[in-house]
């Protein structure tokens, strides 16, 4: 089967979040529940089921094309693994607490995209590539790409390119975006991917990443919510997790890491009542237990094995109390 991702940090992803997993029996037969939040072609979840052969999965992904690939590769696995097309935030809201359903005992979160998407999506993610900009995960809904450059201002532009992608150049890619499209619309990667190059100072055109590598990144996680979904979905995701339970996140831009960091670091605290509180009122209850004080990141054998995993940092929690 054509497979365009590896997942990244395997063998780190299997050994911190699967602590919870032995130390609850699951290799004597025990049945556990495996949620992969952002399941894409099922890489990680393809070496949970392999490597724990009594784990059962949820697979989600917000992306319908890609749980076909998933779904395809991991038939061998039967009824061990069941697929949910799907934003993971909405899922974990929605889980039923105390309703008697497994709770998970361990869910990753391997956020982004996929390297399906880059080169199989066929919709504009990619500046290599010259095809219609659209660039939604779930395309059933939500405004493509080429609609939000069309309807933003030109300071907004720059919000979203600094916000987004702290890009150095914001300023002159989004002026450059709201002339160009004065002539006419911006439909294609290959066209915003010009324009960018054209925007930026010469040297800048050179260097070793391509000058539109940030203003993609930043329209991609403008049309899907990235960065606003994911307080919510850290949040949904901790409360579903059973006690004793792991919740690992791979990330892979420091606004990402950032967000992450403070959850754990918040979610681990002895005292999480504000400085100005008069008598501490949240009891004093660590509601998590930090696995990986620091991120963990790519060894040389997989940067060299698997170059896209070089900016990837996983960081886990372990449940420790539930939060009424
Ligand atoms: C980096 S890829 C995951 C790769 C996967 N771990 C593997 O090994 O094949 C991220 C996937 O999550 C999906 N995704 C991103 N954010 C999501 C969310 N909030 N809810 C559901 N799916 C999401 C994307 O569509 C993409 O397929």
Redesign the pocket.
């Given at each position: 089967m054509d497979i365009a991702?590896?997942?990244?940090l395997p063998e780190e992803t299997l050994y911190y979040l699967s602590g919870g997993l032995i130390s609850q029996g699951v290799e004597t037969g025990e049945n556990e529940l495996f949620v992969?939040?952002?399941?894409?072609?099922?890489?990680?979840?393809e070496l949970f089921l392999s490597r724990f052969p009594n784990l059962r999965v949820i697979g989600?992904?917000?992306?319908n094309a890609?749980v076909s690939v998933?779904r395809k590769r991991l038939t061998r696995f039967g009824e061990r693994v069941v697929f949910h097309t799907?934003?993971?935030?909405d899922f974990f809201r929605f889980y039923p607490k105390d309703s008697g359903l497994l709770k998970p005992g361990i869910i990753?979160l391997?956020?982004?995209?996929?390297l399906?998407?880059y080169e199989k999506g066929d919709r504009g993610f990619s500046f290599r590539l010259d095809e219609s900009l659209d660039m939604r995960?779930d395309t059933t809904k939500d405004m493509p790409a080429s609609d939000l450059l069309a309807s933003l201002t030109e300071e907004e532009l720059v919000s979203i390119l600094f916000r987004n992608a702290e890009e150095r150049y914001a300023r002159r890619i989004a002026r450059a975006i709201t002339q160009a499209r004065e002539t006419s619309a911006i439909n294609n990667s290959g066209a915003l991917a010009e324009i960018v190059y054209n925007a930026v100072p010469v040297f800048v055109r050179h260097a070793k990443t391509h000058p539109a590598t940030k203003t993609f990144q930043a329209l991609r996680i403008a049309v899907?919510g990235?960065l606003d979904?994911l307080p919510a979905?850290l949040a949904a995701a901790f409360s579903a997790l059973k006690i004793g339970g792991r919740l690992g996140v791979?990330s892979f831009h420091s606004l990402e890491d950032r967000i992450v960091k403070n959850f754990f670091r918040d979610a681990a605290r002895d005292c999480i009542c504000p400085p100005s509180a008069p008598v501490c009122v949240c009891r004093g209850r660590r509601l998590g237990r930090l696995i990986t004080p620091k991120p963990v990141s790519a060894s040389e054998a997989e940067l060299i094995r698997n170059p896209p995993s070089r900016s990837a940092k996983l960081r886990v929690i372990e449940k420790v109390y539930e939060d009424e």
């Open positions: 991702h590896t997942p990244v992969d939040g952002t399941l894409g072609e099922g890489g990680h979840t989600i992904d917000a992306d890609i998933a799907g934003w993971a935030d990753l391997d956020l982004g995209v996929s399906f998407h995960i899907n990235e979904r979905l791979i």
